[in-house]
């Protein structure tokens, strides 16, 4: 009896090995392979655009993405909810940055080559004037306190200041040599303009329309953006390498934070607070933790990233790839929803053509990325499925189970 009982129950634990030395493998594969969600800032989709484009800005009344075009001389207009291109409108002459007037609906878009700015409804999204501004207008920003674009004439010295109501100039203001960007801070209501000649930042005051403080930052800045959660500028120094902090409070620089190669522009995230960073000759976005003031995050996007955009809407940001002709679609690591480890590709063409207004050829002052050296730098999140330790060794334990099953096997048999 002892011996019938004994071989019944080796029988058992051999069936018992067998069944977990092939289901445990298959779930654990299984795990490997499924969907992550992951767990840094992510590229997620790519949209195909028109050639060299540089500047992006959001609506947020219509939820669309409108991508400036320097070569072709249009503006791309992609569905944030869908990512998918939906039209094309075209402007002036070499479209540089772009800005959003939440007042009238309307994005105003900086025609280096035509020395004007196109103004789009978004509502219908076609060109309803044309604003005659400085040489090579490049940068754009809205004053949300007094309902005026300001406009950073490149070639002029100078900032033209169009009033929101009746797309006309009222004002112009000399500034510091080369200006190309412009920010807005909502707190004390001044202007600051990147001069790249300069390496300063020239403050206008909105309410009298006068330069108050120049401050010195990097070497030639590129982009500005402001940050309301802790009154900060971030100036990105396209041949510093570094983005400098300037408080708002005290038009002075209170820190330098070291990214990467050709920074071109910069935008705030408010939901996580991050800022993010475009490096052209890097191709990547450098994100800087608003709060430390510390790069915690780097991600590859395509060649010569120039302009960027937060989607307050869907919580992604938007940089448009220079010489790759595209725009990456960065899903910060706070908003990252479950996906494919490898990116999807928009290269839906644009329904439409609309309002013809100029010239197609583009003239701009900007260093392309294509013949850099540069290699890329790595990402954070380069779509690989997470291997957590946890997982390594669940595997090891299956091993074992599989190799005990087989000297179990080889044992001696009770009779």
């Given at each position: ?67 400036a075009n320097s070569g072709a001389g249009t503006v791309s207009v992609i569905d944030g909810s869908t990512n998918i291109l939906v039209t094309t409108v075209t402007v002036g002459s070499g479209p540089d940055r772009i800005a959003f007037d939440p007042t009238n609906g309307n994005l105003y878009v900086a ?217 990456s679609v960065v899903t910060p690591s706070s908003t990252s929803s479950t996906t494919s480890a490898t990116p999807t590709t928009t290269s839906t063409q644009p329904t439409t053509s609309i309002q013809p207004t100029t010239s197609n050829t583009a003239t701009t002052s900007l260093t392309t990325a294509a ?45």
């Amino acid at each position: 009896m002892r011996s019938i009982s004994a071989r019944s129950s080796r029988l058992a634990s051999g069936r018992l090995f067998g069944v977990l030395s092939v289901t445990i493998p298959l779930v654990l594969l299984l795990a490997l392979l499924a969907p992550k969600v992951s767990l840094a800032d992510s590229v997620t989709s790519t949209v195909t655009v028109g050639a060299n484009p540089e500047g992006v800005a959001f609506d947020p009344t219509n939820g669309n993405l409108y991508v400036a075009n320097s070569g072709a001389g249009t503006v791309s207009v992609i569905d944030g909810s869908t990512n998918i291109l939906v039209t094309t409108v075209t402007v002036g002459s070499g479209p540089d940055r772009i800005a959003f007037d939440p007042t009238n609906g309307n994005l105003y878009v900086a025609n280096y080559g035509s020395g004007t700015v196109s103004v789009i409804a978004g509502s219908t999204n076609t060109v309803v004037a044309n604003v005659t501004v400085g040489t090579n207008p490049e940068g754009v920003a809205f004053d949300s306190t007094n309902g005026h674009l300001y406009v950073a004439n490149f070639g002029a010295g100078t900032v033209s200041v169009i009033d929101g109501s009746s797309n006309t100039v009222v004002a112009t203001v000399t500034v510091g040599v080369y200006p190309i960007a412009v920010a807005f801070d909502q707190t004390n209501g001044h202007l600051y303009v990147g001069n790249e000649g300069s390496g300063t930042l020239s403050v206008i005051d909105g309410s009298t329309n006068a330069v108050v403080a120049n401050v010195t930052v990097g070497t030639n800045p590129e982009g500005i953006a402001f940050d309301p959660t802790n009154g900060n500028l971030y100036v990105a120094n396209k041949g510093s390498g570094t983005v400098s902090i300037v408080s708002g409070s005290t038009n002075s620089v209170i820190a330098n934070v070291t990214v990467g190669s050709q920074p071109y522009a910069v935008t705030f995230d408010s939901t996580n607070g991050n800022l993010y960073v475009t490096n052209s000759y890097s191709r990547s976005v450098s994100v800087i933790d608003g709060s430390t003031s510390t790069v915690v995050s780097t991600v590859s996007v395509g060649i010569g990233p120039d302009g960027a955009a937060f989607d307050s809407t869907n919580g992604d940001i938007y940089v448009a790839n220079y010489s790759s002709n595209s725009v990456s679609v960065v899903t910060p690591s706070s908003t990252s929803s479950t996906t494919s480890a490898t990116p999807t590709t928009t290269s839906t063409q644009p329904t439409t053509s609309i309002q013809p207004t100029t010239s197609n050829t583009a003239t701009t002052s900007l260093t392309t990325a294509a013949s850099s050296t540069s290699s890329s730098t790595s990402s954070t999140t380069s779509g690989i499925p997470e291997f957590p330790a946890e997982l390594g060794l669940a595997l090891l334990v299956a091993l074992a189970i599989v190799v005990a099953y087989v000297f179990a096997r080889r044992g001696p048999k009770i009779k």
